[in-house]
């Protein structure tokens, strides 16, 4: 589990679960889902020494299901959403040379869930283990913080609701470069 603070324009990546929250800013849990199965009764005692509420049991099971489609739910603390990413998998690769096998391009391709849980000072995104999702905007945040020039576009998110904007978006955008390589893997296949 990585834990991130983000406050204005500084990101820091803190070690362990803090026992309050920072003054400013809010905190990013980003977990793979196998370590959130293990980690989640301290997650739990920590919302709820954040935020005064923790997640309801059913919405555990949400963030822990692999299997589960795309949806969202709320509560009178956070919302929750459960995005299904498709995206493709390592052998991806593969899509860019034309493949005789018609059916061979549709199993390079994987769909899984990442969970996010929205409070108003904490997000806690739950990944399956080979997303890089959580990787790419840890780096890409921290490359933010680094960079001099400040733009709208490379401000950090504001808000646990606008980061978990961000990763959406981003996932939506891979849609769009998957699509592109099948639809090549389809025109070779059509000739």
Known sequence: MRIFHIAGDQFSELTELPDTLPDRGYLWLGSARPEFREKAAPVQAAL????????????ISDLLNDQLPSHFDDTSWYDLLVFRRLAANAAAAALETPMRDGLRPLALIDTSPVGFAVFDRVLLTVHPNDCLVREFFAQRLQQQTVGSEVRAS????PSPADLMLRMVN???DSYLELR?????Q???LQQ
């Open 48 to 59: 709820q020494r954040w935020t005064g509420g923790q997640l309801v049991d059913l919405h």
């Open 186 to 188: 389809l025109d070779a």
């Open 170 to 172: 981003h996932m939506v």
């Open 180 to 184: 592109r390589a099948l639809t090549k």
């Open 154 to 157: 490379n401000r950090l998110p």
